[in-house]
């Protein structure tokens, strides 16, 4: 079955910088775009970042712009965002998923990022 399973999510002082990844099975992955999503204490989920089947476009929620970096690498079937300059409003549990703009599939437990001195 789908199995997306997220880590790299740690306590990070403001500015810091964190990569997480996603490693990914059950379905072809490279047949799919992917996508990082993020849920913040009593707030919903958000797409944050996303990137295509080949990793020739990508796509970022303003908020983390200029920041944060989609990448994949479809010979370990896994997604990686790469993050900097981490604020304290960056504090959420971060989830991947497949699809550019919508979940395509079911979610896994997702990774806690915290950014706080």
């Known amino acids: 079955q789908v199995q997306l399973v997220e880590s790299g999510g740690d306590l990070v002082q403001p500015g810091g910088s964190l990569r997480l990844s996603c490693a990914a099975s059950g379905f072809t992955f490279s047949n799919y775009a992917m996508s990082w999503y993020r849920q913040a204490p009593g707030k919903e989920r958000e797409l944050i970042a996303a990137i295509t089947s080949a990793g020739t476009n990508t796509n970022y929620a303003g908020s983390v712009k200029g920041r944060f970096t989609i990448s994949r690498n479809n010979a370990k079937n896994t997604v990686y965002l790469q993050m900097n300059s981490l604020k304290p409003e960056d504090t959420a549990v971060y989830y991947c998923?497949?699809?550019?703009?919508?979940?395509?599939?079911?979610w896994g437990q997702g990774t806690q990022v915290t950014i706080s001195s």
């Open positions: 998923n497949a699809g550019y703009t919508m979940p395509l599939q079911g």
